[in-house]
């Protein structure tokens, strides 16, 4: 038995976008606040905050939005829809009959040269779906990921915003 299809949200993306975060698709709480990364266990807004020393963890949709686009920041996922095996689940694990996100399209135009893909499932399916359809000065990197589920292996927010800060940044 499966839900039926989840649609991810419209990618934010600009022109001057250099940097693009792609989730794997919207959870159950993302898709009932409407927005990308809606889950509060999720640590994403924290690690943004950190990153760029802006409060994303307490900004409403708008201002997200707003931030994102000022600091040339893009979000996407990797599917544009998909069904769970489980009914109400989340985790990527129970993803299936997932239809890919044309990111060649959603990133030509911009300054995007770095991907970075924060789901381990949705890095390994976006690498073989995709590899070879971009050239070589667009890095794709796989972050680790920032949901509640991925604790075990980072359990603190300090270690795992050290590990984007040195993925993004190299420093």
């Not at 989840?6 to 001057?16: C, G, K, R």
């Not at 976006?126 to 980072?154: D, K, T, V």
């Amino acid at each position: 038995m499966t839900d039926n299809v989840i649609y991810s949200f419209a990618p934010l993306v600009q022109a001057d976008s250099e940097i693009l975060f792609l989730g794997s698709a919207p959870s159950v709480l993302s898709r009932q606040n409407q927005f990308f990364y809606g889950n509060p266990t999720n640590r994403f807004w924290k690690i943004l905050s950190a990153l760029y020393h802006e409060d994303f963890v307490n900004a409403d949709i708008a201002t997200k939005i707003k931030l994102i686009k000022q600091h040339h920041l893009a979000l996407s996922d990797v599917y544009v829809s998909c069904q769970m095996k489980k009914p109400g689940s989340s985790l990527d694990s129970n993803i299936i009959n997932a239809v890919f996100q044309d990111i060649p399209h959603i990133i030509k135009g911009t300054n995007i040269r770095r991907i970075f893909i924060t789901s381990k499932k949705a890095y390994t399916d976006f690498m073989q779906h995709w590899l070879g359809c971009f050239p070589a000065e667009i890095q794709i990197i796989n972050l680790p990921s920032p949901s509640a589920a991925n604790r075990s292996i980072y359990r603190t927010d300090e270690d795992l915003i050290a590990a984007w800060h040195h993925l993004i940044f190299g420093k």
